[in-house]
């Protein structure tokens, strides 16, 4: 848990979000800016940086167990989604706690920019 990170603040419950599902490990909740009109948020419930220091594959299976949950919640499980971990500067990320993007809804296109 660091005060410093948002998505810790999140999980600590001092900064509100919608939380679309949770359990002992992860949790998701909507992204503020939605890129898509499905776009949830996965995140590891222990602080950690980015998939690029994960050390538990428990851990990232139950945060990839509840993207797909997620999806099937949203449902777009049959229609299709995606799933995103930005990681680092070229990746793009923008907060320095693991989450995973689950965006659909919509047709995605690839490359992604
Ligand atoms: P990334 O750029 O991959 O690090 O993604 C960070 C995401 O967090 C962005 O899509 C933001 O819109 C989203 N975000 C930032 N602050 C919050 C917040 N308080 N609640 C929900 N989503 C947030």
């Known amino acids: ?39 949830v948020l996965v995140i590891p419930r222990r602080h950690l940086a980015s998939l690029a220091t994960a050390d538990d594959a428990a851990e990232l ?11 099937r919640i949203e449902g777009i499980a049959d229609s299709g989604y995606r799933v995103v971990s930005n990681v680092g500067g070229d990746g793009g990320q923008t907060v320095g706690h693991l989450h995973l993007h689950v965006l659909g809804g919509r047709q995605m296109s690839w490359p992604p920019g």
């Open 1 to 39: 848990m660091s005060d410093s990170c948002i998505f810790c603040r999140i999980v600590g419950g001092s900064i509100p979000a919608t939380v679309v599902a949770s359990n002992d490990v992860a949790m998701a909740f909507r992204d503020l800016s939605p890129q898509a009109p499905t776009h």
């Open 61 to 71: 299976g139950a945060v990839l167990s509840l993207a797909a949950e997620v999806a």
